[in-house]
């Protein structure tokens, strides 16, 4: 059975940084593309960026060169470091990971972040 997990969020005030993980059993994490997405209050989810098979590693604009998804293949865990993080980080983050981007088959249950001001 495939699950993942997500950890290591909580709370941080403006320019603060967390790291999450998402740790699989089931499946390796090298073999598949993983994205973070995360659910602000009063949105839909959206996708903060990905990371490939090979290791690329994309970002919406809203948090380019802020974040860095980065992966551990000796852990099998993909990390998400978010750093200067404004308010309007505060979701509910989730990773996901499917054979390719669009089609993310496997999800983790979520975790909080919220980022005062």
């Known amino acids: 059975q495939v699950q993942l997990v997500e950890f290591g969020g909580g709370s941080a005030q403006s320019g603060g940084s967390l790291r999450l993980s998402c740790a699989a059993s089931?499946?390796?994490?090298?073999?598949?593309?993983t994205g973070w997405f995360r659910r602000a209050p009063g949105k839909e989810r959206d996708v903060v960026g990905t990371?490939?098979?090979?290791?690329?590693?994309y970002y919406v604009d809203s948090v380019k060169g802020r974040f860095t998804i980065s992966r551990d293949n000796a852990k099998n865990t993909v990390y998400l470091q978010m750093n200067a993080l404004q308010p309007e980080d505060t979701a509910i983050y989730y990773c996901?990971?499917?054979?390719?981007?669009?089609?993310?088959?496997?999800w983790g249950q979520g975790t909080q972040v919220t980022v005062s001001s």
């Open positions: 996901a990971a499917g054979v390719r981007s669009g089609a993310y088959a496997y």
């Open positions: 089931g499946l390796t994490f090298s073999g598949y593309t």
């Open positions: 990371i490939t098979r090979s290791g690329s590693t």
